[in-house]
């Protein structure tokens, strides 16, 4: 089962940061909590190379958790906006200090921005 979980976690990270690439260079030490039914696993997520251990992440910056199941279909089939949804209505939970959060916001935000603009130049009203 962790095992699936590793892969789930590089295949949710990779699938984000394909949509968010300036994401891509960011050094970062991600701790992955996942709450199954009466069972709790950790993870540790080291970017840029995506490299995904089980156990604790004692020099994460950053810390996400979630359900088990929820991440299971976010992983799968979440897009970007799935993902900024599931964080504003608490599905998903992320903490860390203040500029690592707003960071990765901004660019997550930015290349929002930059996706409503392409798709308004190709398709004219």
Request: hydrophobic content about 45%; charged content about 35%; overall charge positive.
């Amino acid at each position: 089962m962790a095992d699936d979980a590793k892969a789930l976690i590089e295949l949710a990270i990779r699938r984000f940061v394909g949509e968010v690439p300036a994401l891509e260079p960011i050094k970062l030490v991600v701790g992955v909590e996942l709450k199954g039914r009466g069972d709790v696993q950790h993870f540790r997520l080291e970017m840029p190379d995506v490299k995904v251990t089980k156990g604790p992440a004692a020099d994460a910056r950053v810390r996400v958790d979630m359900r088990r199941e929820f991440f299971n279909v976010m992983a799968r089939e979440a897009k970007v906006a799935d993902w900024i949804e599931a964080f504003s209505y608490g599905q998903a939970k992320a903490s860390g200090p203040e500029q690592f959060l707003r960071l990765i916001i901004n660019v997550v935000e930015r290349q929002q921005e930059r996706e409503r603009t392409r798709k308004a130049r190709h398709h004219p009203a």
